[in-house]
């Protein structure tokens, strides 16, 4: 079980790298398990997938934390890991796709989430692959609703706080005790070589090492706009080519299509 979570400030790009990543690696293995972990995502429309997704994570702990069934400890969890085996994961294409929705409510949510940290935690060890497009704030890691990571891939466009949010993201993941195995910088949408020496250097300096620069895709917007996945985009983009290249250090194997 390799687990990949994609983080990075908000807009830079972390649901179309992890869509395509959950699309190349997919075709390795049929054993990978998407994770849409940004309460403001959209994973499942990158992926057009999203009229299949019935639950999320979210939804059924906030069924779980009302209910007042008198289930006894054993079966609170049955029941838990029943509803999200059932109704949470969806069995997309060549993956499953987990969303964990809206954060909690009020009140308190421990019980909940000890019993989620021990079905996630069996969940994913059906996996060959584990891809998380996560918000910057790693809730869920923090909350340790997830609590491993084996790479932690940054992404950052050409500003200022895409990159101190990459330096925000490494100093709590240490803090968090992640005992990841590297932490990588994805420069997006970068359009000058003085941009790119400018994140080169801040890669060095902050020990990120710099693993890819995507360029700007036009098609990429066009597709949003027409509400279209991005594994529409052509095989011949460079964009494709490039996340292909990071999805292939990954699954350490070169991918047919
Ligand atoms: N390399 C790129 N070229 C053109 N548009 C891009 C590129 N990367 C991201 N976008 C656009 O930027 C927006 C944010 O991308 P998204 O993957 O949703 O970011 P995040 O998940 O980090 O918030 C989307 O509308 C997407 O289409
Ligand atoms: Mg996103």
């Not at 069924?63 to 007042?68: A, G, M, N, P, Y």
């Amino acid at each position: 079980m390799v687990v990949v979570a994609v983080t990075g400030k908000g807009g830079t790009g972390k649901t179309i790298v992890s869509a395509l990543l959950i699309h190349f690696i997919s075709k390795v293995t049929t054993r990978v398990l998407a994770v849409d972990a940004d309460p403001d995502s959209n994973l499942p429309d990158a992926l057009g997938v999203a009229d299949q997704i019935k639950k999320t994570l979210g939804d059924i702990r906030e069924v779980f934390q009302v209910s007042r069934d008198d289930m006894g400890m054993m079966n609170k969890e049955q029941w838990l890991e029943g509803k999200i085996y059932t109704e949470a994961i969806c069995e997309c294409d060549s993956y499953d796709l987990l969303v964990m929705g809206r954060p909690e409510g009020e009140g308190c949510y421990c019980f909940a989430n000890s019993l989620l940290r021990g079905i996630l935690r069996k969940l994913m060890r059906h996996y060959d692959y584990i891809i998380i497009d996560s918000e910057a704030g790693l809730e869920h890691f923090s909350r340790k609703t997830i609590d491993t990571a084996d790479y932690i891939l940054v992404v950052t466009d050409m500003s200022k706080k895409g990159l101190s949010t990459a330096k925000r993201i490494k100093e709590m993941s240490k803090e968090l005790k992640l005992d990841f195995k590297g932490i990588y910088l994805v420069g997006n949408r970068i359009m000058s070589k003085e941009a790119e020496e400018i994140i080169k250097k801040f890669a060095d300096e902050e020990g990120i090492p710099l693993i890819e620069f995507l360029p700007y895709d036009e098609k990429i917007s066009e597709l949003d706009l027409r509400g279209e996945p991005i594994t529409n985009l052509p095989e011949d983009s460079e964009f494709v080519k490039k996340v292909k290249k990071i999805a292939e250090l990954i699954v350490g194997v070169s991918i047919k299509v």
